[in-house]
Each structure stands twice: as structure tokens, then as C-alpha cells.
């Protein structure tokens, strides 16, 4: 119990407690254990994938089916090596999370291309591969990562814990039996049974007694990406292993259940606070899910009508910023590669066409982020594949958002006619993943970061501990917010924005809040009214601080994070430039004094950051006040050129 208590422990820092849980249970109040027993396809007759040579051939382009046979005939010389527990510890010991990451992760994805290869061709070349694939996959004592049993960095195996990397085994190991299965029976009928054995003890089992135990799994408590994501390799593994029907029906519907604790987590505009590229595990896991459930019924089981499930999805493309960035506050990364064919399908099922035409551009720009088997939501991935012939056409017309706002995160954007992109937001700071970043903004110009949320660096062991808030990237101190005598925000929901309105219209788009709540009461705030504003006709962006403090302050700044070039020489104006592109803020000079300085990028959790914006170094700008009074109004003024 030790090791479940301090996985929970890891996951209260990843996992959004405080917000409001909305009881929708949208998938088991249509739906009872008896209408799925009713409609559940049985398990010898679902074939959601081909099986054969022929009928791959017929679902995918010539150069993908030589593709999945060459990437096979590359993991012939893979190595399958077990797991130490020097390894295992190095977690605990040093914080690292990658070597053992590197083992774990190689070898799934060496199995999976061996069976899809062999899948494809059918001449038995692969079968060694996969037997040893399977048997070392098998014999590990834990099919997670250390840092997801953190404590002791060694697994309990009367216990097993059931986290994200456990769930996606399952799922490789159930394709595995669907594609191979037979094939594995010729060279000893054991390796099936040792399949199915090693999935209901460590997932089905854990799963039907003991599930509630997870905090992913909380009624009460809002759950992030671990819950859909965990619950669409749970359901793969449902359906293509489990051979009694009415234990089938139960999971199937138990999973159900689960789901809908994520989505009984999100707000009615479908927000995702853990940001975009955390979306594509969140959302996009819930439409693994959908798509499971329907492809598995008949249909049957639907509800992509549901107006959460359109508003879930649209988060994605309306956070889109341009290419391959998107707005990025708390751990979300900055630039991401869009999956276009699952957002092709997805628009599909909820009959979105922005969401399809996304859907058809992305995959036009990225096409390796769609067709890549290797990796993570490997369900999708082979969805995915089967669905290239239908982008074949690349005729769309895709127009990024204008405007947007989810007022269940109290985020913002909006972008002007000549190519300022603004996002701001307030929120609170016990977010799922999150930053201490409430009153935050970024500005992209052209599509180009200018001012900019520096973003996650590397996880460690560090990143989800108590520890958490000494890492600068978590700090508010290092994101687009004011420092009030010293003080920076703080974590907790209790930190939080106040009187949070947005305005748009033809004119303008304007969010206010008051974000002294997100700072502790030493800092002596009465009032922070901050109000971000962008005006329409010229892409202009003002940011106000209107506040009362109790006494004078002691020193007061405001920050700047940039990732461009910046020229503070001229008082009264800083000058971001990147190429062509150019902004100019221009601030009081009789108030502020301007300098620079370079976050620090030494140590395992800074490491991305040399390469992360291009390797473009993160930029601070501090604005410091010459003279700060207790009472006072601070105004910004940012425009292109």
C-alpha cells in the first residue's frame, strides 16, 4: 500500500484536486451494463484492423505497406533486454526518468512494428522477434515507469499498480495476440495464455476489484489525461483478449463509467488546462475511447452528438496559433506536431467541418506525426493508417480561429487582421500541470513567438515533488506577471483570479481580472486589476495594472519572457525582433528601468530549453520601478513594427 499511497501522492502534484466535478456520467446514464451486453459485438467477429496481406493491401497506399515491412525488417536487430533494477532505481537515486524510459519504451515499439510487419507479409520472418518481444515484455516485473510508483522506485508485485505505460503494454500485447496470435500458437500455445495471465493480473484484475483507488479514477475530484488515456488501451485490451462475454460486457461498461469521470471533470465549454499537446492525450484519448466503443457495437454505443464532445474537440483548433504552435500556459509545449488524421476522423464522427478541414491541413504539413506506428496511442495510430486513402485530395481551405474563450479555464485569444496573435488567461494556480502563471499573455506576430510562455522543462523526479515551484519555469517570477514586493505566486486553488470578464467584438478583445488572490498576503496586494486588451483594427495590445497595495512597496517589477532579440537601450521602449518581424513596447520611462537576464539552462530539468523554441535562448526582460507608490495604474503598450 506504501507504493500506491506515494503514486497517489505523485499524481495529487499532476492532477487538478480543487476544481468542480460536474455528476454528467453522460455514457452511464444512456447506456447500462444490459444495453451493452445487448449490443457488444463478440470478440470473434470484431475485426476493427486487416489480418491479412490482401486485405492490408487493399486499405493502405503502396508506400505505407512497404513501410511497415521495412520499419519491421529494422526491429529484427533490436535487441529485447530485460529491465535491472539498477535501472529501475536510477529514477529514485538520480531523478532521471530516461534510461529506463529508453528500455521500456524501445521495446514496445519493437514489438509493435515486428507484428505489423509480419501482419503484412505473412511469411513468418518475424515470428522469433516476437515470441522473444512478448516473453521479455512478460517477465518485467512492471510494465510502468519508476517515477509512477515513486517511493521506492522498485515495483511491489503482490500490488501492481496500474498507470499509463502499464495500460498501453496491455493494449501492445492484446494487438499483438489479434494480428499474431495464431502464429504464436504453432511455436508454443504458452505464450497466448502467458498474454492473457500477465494482462488480467495487472490491468483487468486491478481494474474490476480495486480501480476506484486511483486518483485518475476519482468521482470527486477532477482527473486529467491519465483517465481517457489509460481507459483507451484498457478498452483495446477488453476487446481483443478477454473471451468471456459477459466479463467482456462488464469491463466494457466499467470503462464507460470511467470515462466519464474525465469527462465529468471538464467544464461546459470543454476546456483543457492542461493546454494543447497535453489535448492530444486528453481529448484525442477520448475519442480513442468513442471510436472503440462504437466500432465495438455497432454503432450503438454513440455520443458524439453530445454538445461536451464538439466543445472538447474544438478546444484544439481554436488554441491554434499558426504552423506547428499553439497556446502553451502551465506545462503545455510551445510547438507540437498536429495529428492530422485523427483530427480529420474526429471532425468526421462529430460532423465539425473546421475540425475536418484542421484535420485535412495539418496532415498535408505533418504527415509523419499521423503515420508513424511507433510511440504512444497505438490504437489510433493504426486507425490512422487505414485512413489515408481518404486524404488523398488535398483540396481544403483551413482559416485559423479568430477568437476564443473558455470560460471553465478563463482562457482567451484573439488574433487581429495584420497578424498579432493574443492568449491570456486567468484561472487559478492548482491547474493540472500547473504553472503559477494566473493573469499571464503571450504574443505571437505572424505566427512568430515574440512575448512568449517559456513553457515545461525536462520531468524529473523534481518536477512532481514538493520541490516543484523552486524549478523557475513553474515560477510566476519567470512568466508575463508582475513581482510585488519580492513576492511571485503562489500554488493552491485558493491562488486564483477574481472578477475574471471578457469582452469581444468587432472593436476589441478585452479579459479583466484581479489576480491579488494569486499572490500570498505577504506581498500586501488589496487589488491587481489587470485588464489585457488587443484592439482589432490594428492588432495593438494594451496591458493595465490598476492596484492598491497596503503600504508602500519595498520594490515592484514586471516581466517580460521572450525568445527574440531585445534592445532595451532606448528608455521608454523595448524592441523584440526575430528576422523581419518586429514589436515594440513601450512603457513610462520616468517610471521603469529596463535589463535582461538569461534563465539558467544547466541541470537535467533545464536541458530542453537549449533546444526547445529553436534553440533560441528563453529572455527575461525586467521592468523595476524607480519610485513605486501603494497605490498607482501601470500601462503597456504593444504594437507591431
Given at each position: 500500500?506504501?507504493?500506491?499511497?506515494?503514486a497517489?501522492?505523485f499524481l495529487?502534484?499532476?492532477?487538478?484536486?480543487?476544481?468542480?466535478v460536474?455528476?454528467?456520467?453522460?455514457l452511464a446514464?444512456?447506456?447500462?451494463?444490459?444495453a451493452?451486453?445487448?449490443?457488444?459485438v463478440?470478440?470473434?467477429?470484431?475485426?476493427?484492423?486487416p489480418?491479412?496481406p490482401?486485405e492490408?493491401r487493399?486499405?493502405?497506399?503502396?508506400s505505407?505497406f512497404?513501410?511497415?515491412?521495412k520499419?519491421?525488417?529494422?526491429?529484427?536487430?533490436?535487441?529485447?533486454?530485460?529491465?535491472s533494477?539498477?535501472?529501475?532505481l536510477?529514477?529514485?537515486?538520480?531523478?532521471?526518468?530516461?534510461?529506463h524510459?529508453?528500455?521500456?519504451?524501445?521495446k514496445?515499439n519493437?514489438?509493435?512494428n515486428?507484428?505489423?510487419?509480419?501482419?503484412?507479409?505473412?511469411?513468418?520472418?518475424?515470428?522469433?522477434?516476437i515470441?522473444?518481444?512478448?516473453?521479455?515484455?512478460?517477465e518485467?516485473?512492471?510494465?510502468g515507469?519508476?517515477?509512477h510508483?515513486s517511493?521506492?522506485g522498485?515495483p511491489?508485485v503482490e500490488?501492481?499498480?496500474?498507470?499509463?505505460?502499464a495500460?498501453?503494454?496491455?493494449?501492445?500485447?492484446a494487438l499483438?495476440?489479434?494480428?499474431?496470435?495464431e502464429?504464436?500458437?504453432k511455436?508454443?500455445?504458452?505464450?497466448?495464455?502467458?498474454?492473457?495471465?500477465?494482462?488480467?493480473?495487472r490491468?483487468f484484475?486491478p481494474?474490476?476489484?480495486?480501480?476506484?483507488?486511483?486518483?485518475?479514477?476519482?468521482?470527486?475530484?477532477?482527473?486529467?489525461?491519465?483517465?481517457?488515456?489509460?481507459?483507451s488501451n484498457?478498452?483495446m485490451?477488453?476487446?481483443?483478449?478477454?473471451?468471456?462475454?459477459?466479463q467482456?460486457?462488464?469491463?466494457?461498461?466499467?470503462?464507460m463509467?470511467?470515462l466519464?469521470r474525465?469527462?465529468?471533470?471538464l467544464?461546459d465549454?470543454?476546456?483543457?488546462?492542461?493546454?494543447p499537446?497535453?489535448?492530444?492525450?486528453?481529448?484525442?484519448?477520448?475519442?480513442?475511447?468513442?471510436?472503440l466503443?462504437?466500432?465495438a457495437?455497432?454503432n450503438?454505443v454513440?455520443?458524439?452528438s453530445e454538445p461536451l464532445?464538439?466543445?472538447m474537440?474544438?478546444y484544439?483548433?481554436?488554441t491554434?496559433i499558426a504552423?506547428?504552435y499553439f497556446?502553451?500556459?502551465?506545462?503545455a509545449?510551445?510547438?507540437?506536431?498536429p495529428d492530422g488524421?485523427?483530427?480529420?476522423?474526429?471532425?468526421k464522427?462529430?460532423n465539425d467541418?473546421?475540425?475536418?478541414q484542421?484535420?485535412?491541413?495539418?496532415?498535408?504539413?505533418f504527415?509523419?506525426?499521423?503515420t508513424?506506428?511507433?510511440?504512444?496511442?497505438r490504437?489510433?495510430?493504426?486507425?490512422?493508417i487505414?485512413?489515408?486513402?481518404?486524404l488523398?485530395?488535398n483540396n481544403?481551405?483551413?482559416?485559423?480561429?479568430?477568437?476564443?474563450w473558455?470560460?471553465?479555464?478563463?482562457?482567451?485569444?484573439?488574433?487581429?487582421?495584420?497578424?498579432?496573435?493574443?492568449?491570456?488567461?486567468?484561472g487559478?494556480n492548482?491547474?493540472s500541470?500547473?504553472?503559477?502563471?494566473?493573469?499571464?499573455?503571450?504574443?505571437?506576430?505572424?505566427?512568430?513567438?515574440?512575448i512568449?510562455d517559456?513553457?515545461?522543462?525536462?520531468?524529473t523526479?523534481?518536477?512532481?515533488?514538493?520541490?516543484?515551484?523552486?524549478?523557475?519555469f513553474?515560477?510566476?517570477e519567470?512568466?508575463?506577471l508582475?513581482?510585488?514586493?519580492?513576492?511571485?505566486?503562489?500554488a493552491?486553488?485558493e491562488?486564483?483570479?477574481?472578477n475574471?470578464?471578457?469582452?469581444s467584438?468587432a472593436?476589441?478583445?478585452?479579459?479583466?481580472?484581479d489576480?491579488a488572490?494569486?499572490?500570498?498576503?505577504?506581498?500586501?496586494?488589496?487589488?491587481w486589476?489587470?485588464?489585457?486588451?488587443?484592439?482589432?483594427?490594428n492588432?495593438?495590445v494594451?496591458?493595465?495594472?490598476e492596484?492598491?497595495?497596503?503600504?508602500?512597496?519595498?520594490n515592484?517589477?514586471q516581466?517580460f519572457?521572450t525568445?527574440?532579440?531585445?534592445?532595451?537601450?532606448?528608455?521608454?521602449k523595448?524592441v523584440?525582433?526575430?528576422?523581419?518581424?518586429?514589436l515594440?513596447?513601450?512603457?513610462d520611462?520616468?517610471?521603469?528601468?529596463a535589463?535582461?537576464d538569461l534563465?539558467?539552462?544547466?541541470g537535467?530539468?533545464?536541458?530542453?530549453?537549449?533546444?526547445?523554441?529553436?534553440s533560441?535562448?528563453v529572455?527575461?526582460?525586467l521592468l523595476?520601478?524607480?519610485a513605486?507608490?501603494?497605490?498607482?495604474?501601470l500601462?503597456?503598450?504593444?504594437?507591431?513594427?
Open positions: 500500500m506504501k507504493q500506491i499511497a506515494s497517489l501522492l495529487s502534484l499532476s492532477i487538478s484536486l480543487f476544481s468542480q460536474t455528476q454528467r456520467n453522460i446514464n444512456k447506456y447500462n451494463l444490459l451493452v451486453q445487448q449490443s457488444l463478440p470478440k470473434n467477429q470484431w475485426k476493427p484492423y489480418l491479412t490482401e492490408w487493399k486499405k493502405l497506399p503502396d505505407t512497404n513501410k511497415l515491412i520499419t519491421g525488417e529494422t526491429a529484427l536487430k533490436y535487441k529485447f533486454e530485460p529491465i533494477a539498477t535501472t529501475s536510477d529514477f529514485v537515486r538520480s531523478g532521471d526518468r530516461q534510461q524510459s529508453n528500455i521500456s519504451f524501445g514496445r519493437a514489438l509493435m515486428l507484428v505489423l510487419a509480419e501482419s503484412a507479409e505473412n511469411q513468418g520472418r518475424f515470428t522469433e522477434a515470441m522473444n518481444g512478448v516473453w521479455s515484455i512478460c518485467e516485473s512492471y510494465w515507469v519508476p517515477a510508483i517511493g521506492t522498485l511491489d500490488n501492481p499498480v496500474v498507470d499509463l505505460f495500460a498501453e503494454t496491455a493494449a501492445v500485447l499483438t495476440d489479434y494480428f499474431v496470435g502464429k504464436l500458437d511455436i508454443n500455445r504458452l505464450l497466448r495464455s502467458r498474454i492473457y495471465y500477465e494482462t488480467k493480473q490491468i484484475t481494474m474490476a476489484k480495486n480501480g476506484d483507488k486511483y486518483g485518475w479514477m476519482s468521482q470527486t475530484r477532477p482527473v486529467n489525461n491519465w483517465n481517457p488515456w489509460i481507459m484498457w478498452i485490451a477488453i476487446l481483443l483478449l478477454e473471451k468471456d462475454e459477459k467482456r460486457a462488464e469491463m466494457l461498461h466499467h470503462s463509467r470511467g466519464d474525465y469527462l465529468n471533470s467544464g465549454d470543454g476546456g483543457c488546462d492542461e493546454g499537446s497535453y489535448w492530444f492525450a486528453a481529448g484525442a484519448s477520448v475519442y480513442d475511447c468513442l471510436e466503443y462504437t466500432g457495437t455497432n450503438k454513440n455520443i458524439y464532445i464538439q466543445k474537440a474544438s484544439v483548433y481554436k491554434h504552423d506547428n497556446v502553451n500556459f502551465a506545462d509545449d510551445p510547438k507540437l506536431t488524421l485523427m483530427l480529420y476522423r474526429f471532425g464522427a462529430i467541418p473546421t475540425m475536418i484542421f484535420g485535412q491541413w495539418a496532415f498535408s504539413k504527415p509523419a506525426a499521423s508513424a506506428v511507433s510511440g504512444h496511442h490504437p489510433r495510430k493504426l486507425y490512422n487505414l485512413t489515408i486513402v481518404q488523398a485530395n481544403f481551405n483551413y482559416t485559423p480561429s479568430s477568437d476564443a473558455f470560460s471553465d479555464i478563463q482562457v482567451m485569444t484573439s488574433r487581429s487582421a495584420n497578424g498579432v496573435y493574443l492568449a491570456t488567461h486567468g487559478h492548482a491547474e500541470h500547473n504553472h503559477n502563471d494566473v493573469g499571464d499573455f503571450i504574443i505571437y506576430l505572424d505566427g512568430k513567438p515574440m512568449v517559456a513553457g515545461r522543462g525536462n520531468y523526479a523534481r518536477t512532481f515533488s514538493s520541490k516543484r515551484y523552486e524549478l523557475w513553474t515560477q510566476s519567470y512568466h508575463n508582475p513581482i510585488i514586493n519580492g513576492f511571485g505566486q503562489k493552491g486553488l491562488y486564483t483570479a477574481k475574471v470578464n471578457r469582452v467584438n472593436k476589441e478583445s478585452v479579459l479583466t481580472m489576480i488572490p494569486a499572490y500570498p498576503a505577504e506581498a500586501g496586494i488589496q487589488t486589476n489587470r485588464m489585457v486588451k488587443q484592439k482589432k483594427s492588432g495593438d494594451e496591458i493595465i495594472d492596484y492598491l497595495l497596503k503600504q508602500k512597496p519595498n515592484l517589477q516581466v519572457m525568445i527574440c532579440n531585445v534592445d532595451v537601450s532606448e528608455a521608454g523595448i523584440f525582433s526575430d528576422q523581419s518581424q518586429v515594440t513596447l513601450q512603457y520611462a520616468k517610471k521603469w528601468t535589463s535582461t534563465p539558467s539552462t544547466e537535467m530539468e533545464y536541458s530542453s530549453f537549449k533546444t526547445k523554441w529553436d533560441k535562448p529572455r527575461r526582460v523595476t520601478h524607480k513605486p507608490e501603494a497605490k498607482g495604474k500601462e503597456y503598450n504593444i504594437k507591431r513594427g
